[in-house]
C-alpha cells in the first residue's frame, strides 16, 4: 500500500512533544532560525495534513523538499520520533498529490526514478555512454562550445558536477563467488548499490578484498537490483517496495551471515525492509529477516574482530579526519566503528572533524533541487577540513564523497577523499596477504 499522511499509523505522529531539543541539530533551522524550516515546525505541518487541516499544497512541498532528510533531528529527539517515516511519508503524499507539477520534473522522475533505477542493465549502459562522453574528448567540447547553456536550469548546474564513471563496473571487478585463502568462516552476501557501481567500483573491489581477508566467502551478484533508497525518499514507495521484493528474492537472508553494504545512504533504507514490506503478507517475515541481517561493512568487521593491518596504506606517515555520512551516524547510529578501523592502520593520525556529523549539503539531489544551501552547507563542511590541515578524509557514503571531493576541488586544496575500507584493502595488499581469489561462477 502507498503511505500517505492521513494513513500513517497516527502514534508515529503524535510522538513529537514540541520540547524543541531538535532545533540546533537541524541545518534549515540552522540557516533561517524559522520554526516552519525545523524539524518540529515540519512534523506540525505533517499532523496538520494527516488532520485534515491542511492540504497537499505547493508550498508543504516545497518546505518538504527544503528538509535535508539528514536525520539530525532523529538523533537529538529524546522522545523516539521516527522522522524517517514521516518525512518519506510526507514526500510520498506530494507525489501522490501531484503537489510539484511541472512537465520536466515529471519527465525527469520517469526517466530515473521509473526507468534507470528500476533497470540495472540500462543504468550500466547509461553509466557506459557517459563514460564515453567523458572520455573521448566530448565533454569538453561541449562545454567549449557553449552548447550546455540549452539545457534546462536543473541540468545545467547538473552537468559540471557529473562524477567521472568507473573504467569498469563492480561485475568486471568481483566474481559471483569469492572464497578466502583459508576454509571461510562467515558467508556474506556483498551490496554493490548503484552509484557505487558506476563511480565507485573500486570501492567494492576494496570491500570483496576486506573481507577475504578477515575470513569470509563474498557472493556478490553481478547484477542487481537498486534498494530502492532514492525512491524512498523521493516519495515512490510503490517502486521502493517492488526493489525491496526483488532484493529479497535475489539474497535470501537465510542463505548468508550478513548482508552487507558499504554505502551510508543506502544502508539506512536497506535495513528498513520490515517496515516497507509492512502491509504485504508474502514478503513481510522474509523482509524483517533481511533486516536482521543487513550490516553496514563499518559494523560487520567490528563484529568479526577486523584484523589489524600489519603495514599501512600510505608510504609515509599521513593525517586523516573523518566526515560521518548522515544515513550512517544519524540514519544507523554507526559511528564509532569506522574510528575503530581507521584507528587500526599504521602510519595514520586521526584527527577529529569539528561538526563531523553536520550535513555536507550531498543529500540525494539536494545538490540540484536545493544549490545555494547545499553549496553553503559544502562550503562549511569543506571549511572544517581545511582547519583539520589533514591531508586525507574518510567518509562512507558516495554522495558525500562527491560532495566534500568537488568542495576541496573548488578549494584548491589539495586534501584526498577516501573510503575507510580502501584504506583497510591498501593497507592489507601493503602486506602482500590478500589470498588470490578461488572464483566460481555460480553461488
Ligand atoms: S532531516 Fe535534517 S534538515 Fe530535515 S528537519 Fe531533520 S535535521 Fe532538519
Ligand atoms: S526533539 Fe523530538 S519531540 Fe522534541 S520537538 Fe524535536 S521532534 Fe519533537
Known amino acids: ?133 567523458q572520455r573521448t574528448g566530448l565533454q569538453a567540447l561541449v562545454r567549449r562550445s557553449g ?39 562467515h558467508r556474506v552476501a556483498l551490496l554493490t548499490g548503484c552509484i557505487q557501481d558506476l563511480v565507485f567500483s573500486d570501492v567494492n573491489r576494496d570491500t570483496a578484498d576486506v573481507l577475504l581477508a578477515n575470513g569470509c566467502a563474498v557472493f556478490t551478484p553481478p547484477v542487481q537490483p537498486c534498494c530502492g533508497s532514492l525512491h524512498a525518499h523521493n516519495g515512490d514507495s510503490g517502486r521502493a517496495q517492488q526493489l525491496a521484493r526483488r532484493m529479497i528474492d535475489l539474497l535470501p537472508p537465510d542463505r548468508y551471515d550478513a548482508i552487507v553494504t558499504n554505502a551510508g545512504g543506502c544502508g539506512s533504507h536497506l535495513r528498513r525492509y520490515g517496515p516497507l514490506l509492512e502491509g504485504d503478507p508474502r514478503y513481510r517475515d522474509r523482509a524483517h529477516a533481511w533486516d536482521a541481517k543487513v550490516r553496514d561493512i563499518h559494523e560487520w568487521l567490528a563484529a568479526i574482530d577486523c584484523r589489524a593491518p600489519a603495514a599501512a596504506p600510505f608510504a609515509d606517515p599521513a593525517t586523516l579526519t573523518y566526515h560521518e555520512s548522515c544515513h550512517l551516524v544519524h540514519g544507523q ?16 593520525r586521526l584527527v577529529e572533524l569539528p561538526e563531523s556529523t553536520w550535513c555536507c549539503g550531498s543529500a540525494g539531489i539536494y545538490a540540484i533541487t536545493q544549490p545555494e544551501q547545499a553549496d553553503a552547507l559544502l562550503r562549511r563542511k569543506t571549511g572544517h577540513v581545511l582547519s583539520t590541515a589533514a591531508a586525507w578524509v574518510a567518509t562512507a557514503n558516495p554522495g558525500c564523497h562527491l560532495q566534500i571531493a568537488r568542495g576541496l576541488d573548488a578549494a584548491g586544496a589539495g586534501v584526498g577523499v577516501v573510503h575507510p575500507i580502501s584504506l583497510l584493502a591498501q593497507a592489507y595488499r601493503n602486506e602482500s596477504l590478500i589470498a588470490t581469489p578461488v572464483t566460481s561462477p555460480n553461488h
Open 333 to 348: 547510529k554507526i559511528s564509532k566503528q569506522p574510528r575503530a578501523l581507521l584507528r587500526l592502520l599504521p602510519g595514520v
Open 147 to 185: 552548447l550546455i547553456r540549452l539545457l534546462p536550469d536543473s541540468l545545467r548546474r547538473l552537468e559540471p558536477q557529473t562524477p567521472r564513471i568507473a573504467p569498469a563496473f563492480s561485475n568486471a571487478l568481483i566474481a559471483a563467488h569469492e572464497e578466502p585463502r583459508e576454509p571461510a568462516r
Open 1 to 133: 500500500m502507498t503511505a500517505t499522511l492521513r494513513t500513517l499509523d497516527y502514534a508515529v505522529l503524535q510522538q513529537c512533544m514540541h520540547c524543541g531539543m531538535c532545533l540546533p541539530t537541524c541545518p534549515t533551522y540552522d540557516a533561517t532560525t524559522r520554526e516552519r524550516n525545523s524539524p518540529r515546525g515540519r512534523i506540525a505541518l505533517m499532523r496538520a495534513v494527516a488532520d485534515g487541516d491542511l492540504a497537499v499544497t505547493r508550498e508543504f512541498a516545497e518546505e518538504m523538499s527544503y528538509c535535508l532528510g539528514c536525520l539530525a533531528c532523529q538523533t537529538a529527539c529524546p522522545a523516539g520520533v521516527n522522522y524517517a517515516e514521516l518525512f518519506e511519508t510526507a514526500r510520498s503524499d506530494i507525489e501522490i498529490q501531484q503537489a510539484l507539477p511541472g512537465a520536466g520534473r515529471a519527465f525527469w522522475r520517469a526517466v530515473t526514478l521509473g526507468f534507470l533505477f528500476m533497470r540495472p542493465r540500462a543504468l550500466r549502459a547509461a553509466g557506459s555512454l557517459l563514460r564515453v562522453y
